[in-house]
Structure formats: C-alpha cells, structure tokens
C-alpha cells in the first residue's frame, strides 16, 4: 500500500536556531513547506529579524524546495507596522502567545483588551493570528479556560483569520464547529497519546508538551476529527525540539519531537483507519484552500515499509530524541 | 510557637531494605512508629519473612525507639495462614495491591472477588485490610474508578477494618463520610500539590507519585478534613524512596521522599491554618483510637523555627533526594 502527497504542509513547526536549526531543517524537508513559529531567544519580533531567520532557515535547508511561512511573535502595534509586515516577503502571521505559557514566551500578551486596535487592523489587512490558546489555571483545564478568549475573538473580529494552535480537547473542537470563521491546527502526539502515556506510568519527558496530552476521550474526539477530514482542521506538528540533556533533567522542557516521524506516522495512523484517502486534506488541501496557499510543488510517497526511527538524531553538537525513539513505525517515505 | 506531639505514628511507610533502609530508617525515627510497607523485591508474603524484614529495620533503626506495625502483600489464604500471621508478634495487618499498579506491586489481586473467602476470616480475626486503591483506568479517574470496590469491601465486609490509603480526591473523602466503618491515610504531599506541581509547568520527578497528585479542588478538601481533624483521616506519609538515579532518568519511578520532612511540614502547615490543635489527633490519636495502638511512649517537640532541607540524603552508597530538597520549612524538630 502507498500514498504519494502533494506538498504536505506542517502548518505549526518550530526549528529552532543555529547548530540546532541545521541539525532539524532538514529533518522537515518532506514536507513542501510549515509555518515557522517565532519564539526565538529573543523573539522574532520584526520584518527585519524575520526575514535573517528565513534566509538562515533557508540556508539549513539548502537544496531542499521548502516554502517558508514565517510568523512575528505578537505585540501591539499600529498600521504602518503590520503594513510593513504584511508587505515583507515570506511574512505569514502573527503567533499570540499568553504571557509566560511555554517556551520563550515571557514577552506575551497577559490581556488580550490590549490588543484590540492591532486585532481590528489585522482584521482589515487580512493577517492570520495563529494563538497558543492557554490560561494559567490547572494544567487539565487551561485549554477549555481560554475557549472564551478564542470565542471573544471570533465574534468581536468575525473576518479575522484566527487558527487555533494544537488543540487538545474534545471542547476546542466543539467551539471549532460552532465558529466557521475559524480553523485549528492539532498535532500528531495528540492523535495519539493521553496524559497517561507521559505520567500514567513512569514519567516520560520526551512526551510531555503544552499544551499537555489530555483524557482519552479528547484524544479519541481530536483522531476522528482529522480522520473524518473535517475541513478546518489542519496538520501542525507543534515539533518542539530540545537538547536531551534539557529534556531528560529535572524540569524537563516541554516539546516533542516529531518532525522527522510525523508523515510515516500520520499515513500508518490514517491507513490503519482506512481513512488514507482524508491525509491529503489533512496535511495541504484544507490548509492550501483555507488561507490561499501555494506552497512549492512537491510530491511525498509513503508506503507500508517499515522506518526504523533512530534513537537520536545528532549533528552540530547537538543531540535530539524523536517521538517512538529507538521503535519502528508501520510506514516510510518512499526516497 | 511550638508544639509537643505525643508518639506521632506514619500510617504508611516505605522504608525498602539493604543500603537504602539504613539510610531511611533513622530518617523516620522522629515518629514513635510506622505501618511499614511490604512492597519489596520479593514482596514481604510470609510471617517468617515479615519477621525478618522486622529486625532489619529494627536494626536500622538502631537505639531509636520505635514501634514496627508490619504488615503482609494480600494473597488470599485460608484461616490456618491467617491465623499464624496474626499471631506473629509486629503484625498489624496486609496491605492490598491491585496487580501491577505501583512499584513491586505485579503479584497484586486482578479480581476482588478472588478474595472473598480471605477476606471473611480477616473480618472475623479483626486483621486490617490497607488497600492501594487505583484502576488500571485513566490516570486521573483511577483512585474514582476503584471507589467502586471500596463500596463493595465496606458493605460486604461490615466489620472488616478496612483503610482506603492514601487518597488522593474528593471522592474518597466522601465515601469516607458515607460508610463509618472505614478509615482513610492520606500523604503530606497530597494536603499540598496538584499535578500542576508535577506536570503544569516543567517536570518534576519528585513529585511523581501513585496515585498521581490530583486536581486543586481535591486537594483542597483534603487538606480542610485534615485540619477540622476529621476522626478517621490518619497521616500517613508514603515516603517512598528511589535512588536518584531512578528519579531523575527517563521514566522515572513513582514516589515522593517526605520522610524526613514530614513532622516539620505538618507543624507549619497546620500553624499556618491556625489548627495546631488537630495536629495531635492527625498524626496519632486517630489512628491509635481508630485500631487500638499503643506505640512506645515516645514525644517530639516542633518550633517555628526553620528547618533546611539538604538537596540529596547520602549514605551507605545511596543518595535520595527529598521534597522540598535544597528549601526551607519554616518549623523544625527540636533536638
């Protein structure tokens, strides 16, 4: 059994910077593009940072045809800035993080009232803001506590490009259903595990993330939703690598990598469903239609032979540990 | 401020063997005695092993004293058996785990009705029941999801002595109230964390415990039915020992080290809500009134003055690293 995939697209991807930025670019070059996500240290909060980030995204991913959709980290601002943004090549969005909520976010937005005039000029230029949707209240709860922001947001900017970013609950994507003017991304571990694949057992660090894997029937909601090719549900790995030296210490950082395993899986996921024929939706054709993509073109064939996912991944110094590390998954890219 | 508690008992205790129960048991002898846990490699099964055990930690202990309430891994077995532990002097009753649900816990019951027979003799022969009480369901309903069988136990079993340990939610506090003839221990660390603690911002090995710290609302209601000294909730701290090594690797072993610090966090815990007075029923009198102890005649004195808890207990080879490791608590022990 194969699928061959036109320009899958990882719609929420972190690659990090420098020694780790190269040892993880290439790691992602099937797909045909993702959207680059900004929290840097610091952030990529300009047009002129974003686009050095690009050409050294670029430059990891040498000779690989890649679009690059790249994003600022939001902050407050008036016309003439988010002009000079839209107008930059490359400029995608902007990623609204809640202050202090994961990786490099300190700088985020603590009340969202403050972004109302940015919000409403977005709304006019037609610039997607894509939003890790978290409160800061109990770990189960922060994703269905920030529905009301996400419910605020769709209804006072109702031609706003609002994405939800890896949804975690079966509640994220009832409020995906009663907004059609809004999309979401989900990852591929939250097609798959629950909060019992990373503290049901013993703890496992490289399968903790935020937003953290929820209940079983979260999980369950989340899988029959991409399966069912909903149309507003998008692939976004939310890959999120980390050195294993800070993954496998006391306090953990949170991220699961998944570049590299992400399109086998998904197909094996998919096929083992008898759902294959919805993988085109959910990795390019909903993303492509939604937001009027053109990523370069770019096809990926996947088969059921087995690919036997390294135990790490290691160059430039630095050393990653991917999801199902050391494990074999059902498919492979066809190369 | 201070307060002299009068034979102060720990209703659960792990005090493992070998290296590290010469380094754990001095940690525990500022309490007049300890309900010791039988969960060793291999489980403690037979009084003549129990015996044994015993004056291990009778030695380790050395010149300290402190009464062992020792107490068997539940197999159902007949009235000859049953009648031989109870008659072996330091029994105090079997400790009961569902198979496979904590550390050393694999030989453990898969079916309650398996026990029926056992169980009816204990109920005659005034033998306690301490049953670990998880399903093997979600990690957040399990302790929910076994209240079922504590039900079962107390109304089948009327006048079994029956302790649901360490509990962990509102739930259990409830059924608590509803059936009189069972009593319940809860952990320090329990009255204190969420698995916002564990899991809500970075990882936290040492706090994983079984069961996992629950949600802010179940904390809650167990630390206030500790402080209005509810007369069947008895401290008991599950201190449980791992090397740090098996903390602090991938898949880090279940168990918070509270031993040493148990008294002195209790002390200020309970001056801070202004319920000293209910500490002395907490840690003793409930549980003496509750199974008719007599523990040797034994008091410690605790003052609000700080204690400073070492990053790491090291000797005999081990190091383990308790709650709180490297802080302050602000009441100690008076030596």
Known sequence: MEITLN??????LHLRDGDMLKLTAPLSADFAGAVIMPNLVPPVRTPAAMQEYDARIAAAMGAAAFTRYMTLFFTPQGEQELLAAKNTPGFF??????AGITTNSEGGISNIAQADTTLRIMEELEIPLLVHGESHGFVMDREQEFLAVYRHLATRYPR???SMEHITTAAALQLLDE???ICATVTLQHLIITLDDVAGGALRPHLFCKPIAKRPEDRD????????GHPRLMFGSDSAPHPR?????CGCAAGVFTGPVALPKLAEIFAAHGALNQLQSFVSDNACRWYGLQPVQKTVTLQDTPMAVPTSYRSYGEQVV???AGESIGWSVVR
């Open 160 to 162: 706003l490009r609002l």
């Open 93 to 98: 969005g902007f990623k609204l993080y809640p």
């Open 221 to 228: 909601a989340l899988l029959q939703a991409a399966l069912s």
């Open 7 to 12: 320009s899958p697209l990882d719609m929420h």
């Open 179 to 181: 907004f059609p003017n």
């Open 322 to 324: 991917p999801m199902y």
């Open 245 to 249: 030296s800070r993954k496998e210490a």
